[in-house]
């Protein structure tokens, strides 16, 4: 399924009307399915749907290896508003699955019914406060502008959010993938990580192109990120849970500049 789909719409330019064909990002419902639990279903752009289950049930602390997965499938089917996929997980015996919450996002939240968002920290398996991963300033202005480049769906339709894994120290792009939900773009790159067997990730930088918001820190802690940058703003939970779980919290990081809201020492250099 395409993350890109196409509409006729009207178009009104300079006083002039006219019927046009218009690319828009494609927003669908995925029901993540695990043994003994209510199905979380949140709202996604196809593509990389594996992924994303597996990376949201490391940001819920409910895995941290690809070891405890038994198995993981995706069936889909109908059209339009009809279609449905699903991804139905198997957890190994013995591996606690998520807790009892209300079990919905939609595309832009991505810890929506969480019983408790201050207790984020309990999910995070690797303590980030001795991680001495560290990466230039020059380094770190060039993410963007990687990250950019790779976002092809947003170039097409100005809909889709980008998530990215960098190496630290080479500065190269390990994942990037796109979503209509900032969440679920971090959460794909994430469950990619953790089949590559890169978790923790300890050596990388999560480059988003949206603001820093509370759940991504929680998402970048939770899979042992030590760093998360950002081309926009930080909220302020985003910037009091980046210090209280040692995440590095660059914002507004574009060409030749940035701030550090957050662990600042791991940036090092002048740009």
Known sequence: MSAVGRYRVERFAGGVRSEVADEVAVEEPLE???????????????????????????????????????????????????RATSVDVTLQAGVTPPRARAYAASSSCGVCGSDANLDVLSRCRWPLAGVATSVSADTLVGFPAQLRAAQRGFGRTGG???????????????????????????????????????????????????????????????????????????????????????VTLACFVRESTFNLYAEPARVFGSS
């Open 160 to 246: 889709l959010h980008a998530a990215g894994l960098f190496d630290a120290r080479s500065g190269q792009a390990l994942v990037i993938r796109e979503d209509v939900g900032r969440h679920n773009a971090v959460d794909k790159v994430i469950g990619w990580a953790l089949r590559e067997g890169l978790l923790p990730g300890s050596g990388l930088v999560l480059q988003v192109s949206s603001r820093a918001s509370f759940e991504l820190v929680q998402k970048a802690a939770a899979a042992g990120v030590p760093i998360l940058s950002s081309v926009s703003a930080p909220t302020s939970m985003a910037i009091e849970l980046a210090r209280a779980a040692n």
């Open 32 to 82: 993540i399915r695990i043994a003994g639990c209510p199905p979380w279903l949140t709202m996604r752009t196809p593509g990389a749907d594996i992924d994303l289950a597996l990376g949201w049930l490391v940001s819920e602390g409910v895995i941290s290896n690809s070891e405890e997965v038994v198995t993981a499938q995706e069936c889909s089917g109908g059209e339009g508003l009809d």
